[in-house]
C-alpha cells in the first residue's frame, strides 16, 4: 500500500470512529421535552458545533500520530510533493464529497417543506456531513487503488 492509500483508510476508519463514538456519547442526552422546544434546538445546535470542532481536533491528532507512525515503521518521510494524479484524485473526492453533502440539505430542507419535525432536518444534515466525508475517504482510496 501506498502512503497515500494508508491515509485514506486511516481517513476513513477515523471518521467512523469519531463519528459513530460522539453520536454515543451526545444522543442519549437529547431532551426529551416537545419537539419544537427552544432547548431541542440548543441541543442540536450545540451537537453540531462540538462535533465540527472534536472531528477538526481529532483529524489533526490522528494525522501527526499517522505520520509518526508511518516515519518510525517504514523510515520514510511522508510525500512532500503533489503530482497531477494527487491533484486529480483531490478534486474528484471533494466533488463526490459535496454532491453528497448537497444532496443531504436538499433532502433536510425537503423535510421541512413536508411538515416533519425540526430534529429531523438536523438529523439528516448530521448524517450528510458524515457521508460526504466518508464518500470522499472511499473515493480517494478508490482511485489510489483503480486509477484515474
Do not use: C
Not at 486511516?10 to 459513530?20: A, D, P, Q
Not at 421535552?33 to 462540538?50: D, P, Y
Not at 515503521?73 to 491533484?87: A, H, I, M, V, Y
Request: net charge positive.
Amino acid at each position: 500500500m501506498t502512503y497515500q492509500e494508508k491515509k485514506s483508510v486511516v481517513s476513513l476508519v477515523s471518521v467512523i470512529t469519531i463519528f459513530v463514538s460522539f453520536w454515543l456519547y451526545m444522543y442519549p442526552m437529547h431532551p426529551n421535552s416537545g419537539l419544537e422546544s427552544m432547548e431541542t434546538f440548543r441541543f442540536w445546535g450545540s451537537f453540531v458545533f462540538i462535533l465540527i470542532l472534536v472531528s477538526i481536533i481529532a483529524h489533526i491528532i490522528i494525522s501527526i500520530v499517522f505520520n509518526i507512525v508511518y516515519r518510525i515503521t517504514t523510515g520514510e518521510k511522508e510525500p512532500t510533493f503533489e503530482d497531477e494524479l494527487d491533484r486529480m484524485i483531490t478534486l474528484k473526492a471533494t466533488r463526490n464529497s459535496f454532491f453528497v453533502f448537497i444532496l443531504g440539505f436538499l433532502l433536510s430542507m425537503g423535510s421541512l417543506i413536508v411538515f416533519q419535525p425540526s430534529q429531523k432536518m438536523f438529523i439528516i444534515l448530521i448524517i450528510s456531513g458524515f457521508m460526504s466525508d466518508v464518500t470522499g475517504s472511499v473515493t480517494r482510496l478508490y482511485h489510489y487503488r483503480k486509477g484515474v
